[in-house]
């Protein structure tokens, strides 16, 4: 008889490891049924709930440390392709390595480029915040760079792709973009002048504010609880708010996250990995020497 075989189910999917023995037909069918699904986008059907979805911004572009913090316990990650030094393949080890556990990922490109857009969807990611979206045309581009003609314009990767399966699951083409989810980014005064428009487009499941490029651009660099600058978060808040999307934001500082919390925001990023590991370090230190414990949160980055 053949030796049973380790087997764990796709993304999204569960997360237990099951031995299946290839000789038994009902295991092998129910183990080929879940491997050919289309993975289901967790945190794209969170943003409906009214519960509070708490992130961790991802920058050591290591799939290793990826897989830390993936197993503490935040309803989502984001893995930073603008500001940290990752690429197309350390994003894909990433994914790889996050796929068990239950923290979803989030992949940030570093701009708004459709063929950028392109590989990222085809080795599986399926909810992109795309930064600095300062209008609704720039929206219904992102949108369209999402989609299979005829509704817009992303190329077929098929067997290629790591999301399809390699071609495994069924109608891909037809039903992909019902598991892919679109955050756009918030943080210029054009983008909030514009946020009405923006938070509209049809296709645009959520947008994130980005305090730290909104306070420079206001001329309040890394001061984002400027009252100016929070006038404008409050109302970017508010317009997303009323055009049925879900809003998120960037707040590392605790008041600052529950202030955000009550204003209405349902997905906040509340830690930055690389900042824990640099309190950690100098809190670590200072039990030995005379040093500072450490730095307190940042309220940009």
């Given at each position: 008889?053949?030796?049973?075989?380790?087997?764990?189910?796709?993304?999204?999917?569960?997360?237990?490891?099951?031995?299946?023995?290839?000789?038994?037909?009902?295991?092998?069918?129910?183990?080929?049924?879940t491997?050919?699904?289309?993975?289901?986008?967790?945190?794209?059907?969170?943003l409906?709930?009214?519960?509070?979805?708490?992130?961790?911004?991802?920058g050591?572009?290591?799939?290793?440390?990826?897989?830390?913090v993936?197993?503490t316990?935040?309803?989502w990650m984001?893995?930073?392709g603008?500001?940290?030094?990752?690429?197309?393949?350390?994003?894909?080890a990433?994914?790889?390595?996050?796929?068990?556990?239950?923290?979803?990922?989030?992949?940030?490109?570093?701009?708004?480029?459709?063929v950028?857009?392109k590989?990222l969807l085809?080795i599986?990611?399926?909810?992109?915040?795309v930064?600095?979206?300062?209008s609704?045309?720039?929206?219904?581009a992102?949108?369209?760079?999402?989609?299979y003609?005829?509704?817009?314009?992303?190329?077929?990767?098929?067997?290629?792709?790591?999301?399809?399966?390699?071609?495994?699951?069924?109608d891909?083409?037809?039903?992909?973009?019902?598991?892919?989810?679109?955050?756009v980014?918030?943080?210029?005064?054009?983008?909030?002048e514009?946020?009405?428009?923006?938070?509209?487009?049809?296709?645009?499941?959520?947008?994130?504010?980005?305090?730290?490029?909104?306070?420079i651009?206001?001329?309040?660099?890394?001061d984002?609880?400027?009252?100016?600058v929070?006038?404008?978060?409050?109302?970017?808040i508010e317009?997303?708010?009323?055009?049925?999307?879900?809003?998120?934001?960037?707040?590392?500082?605790?008041?600052?996250?529950?202030?955000?919390?009550e204003w209405?925001?349902?997905?906040?990023?509340?830690?930055?990995?690389?900042?824990?590991?640099?309190?950690?370090?100098?809190a670590?230190?200072?039990?030995?020497?005379?040093?500072?414990a450490?730095?307190?949160p940042?309220?940009?980055?």
């Open positions: 008889m053949p030796a049973p075989v380790l087997a764990a189910t796709s993304p999204g999917a569960g997360r237990a490891i099951h031995l299946i023995n290839p000789a038994m037909p009902a295991f092998r069918a129910a183990f080929e049924e491997l050919m699904k289309m993975p289901h986008n967790a945190f794209k059907a969170a409906q709930r009214p519960e509070t979805q708490y992130g961790i911004w991802a050591f572009a290591s799939g290793y440390a990826a897989e830390i993936a197993g316990g935040y309803d984001l893995i930073d603008e500001h940290a030094p990752n690429s197309v393949p350390t994003i894909l990433q994914l790889q390595s996050v796929a068990p556990y239950p923290t979803q990922p989030v992949v940030r490109p570093v701009c708004g480029d459709p950028l857009i590989q085809d599986g990611a399926q909810t992109l915040m930064p600095m979206v300062e609704a045309e720039q929206a219904r992102l949108v369209r760079a999402m989609r003609p005829p509704h817009g314009i992303r190329g077929v990767g098929g067997g290629l792709a790591r999301a399809t399966r390699w071609d495994g699951v069924p891909y083409l037809n039903t992909a973009h019902e598991e892919l989810c679109l955050i980014q918030v943080e210029s005064r054009a983008g909030v514009n946020v009405e428009a923006i938070a509209a487009v049809e296709g645009v499941d959520a947008v994130f504010i980005g305090p730290a490029d909104l306070s651009g206001l001329g309040h660099p890394g984002p609880g400027h009252p100016q929070q006038e404008l978060i409050h109302h970017a317009a997303t708010r009323a055009a049925g999307k879900a809003c998120g934001i960037l707040a590392p500082h605790e008041e600052d996250a529950r202030r955000y919390r209405g925001c349902r997905f906040i990023a509340v830690a930055i990995d690389i900042s824990l590991l640099r309190q950690g370090a100098l670590g230190l200072a039990r030995f020497r005379d040093t500072p450490s730095d307190a940042s309220r940009t980055y």
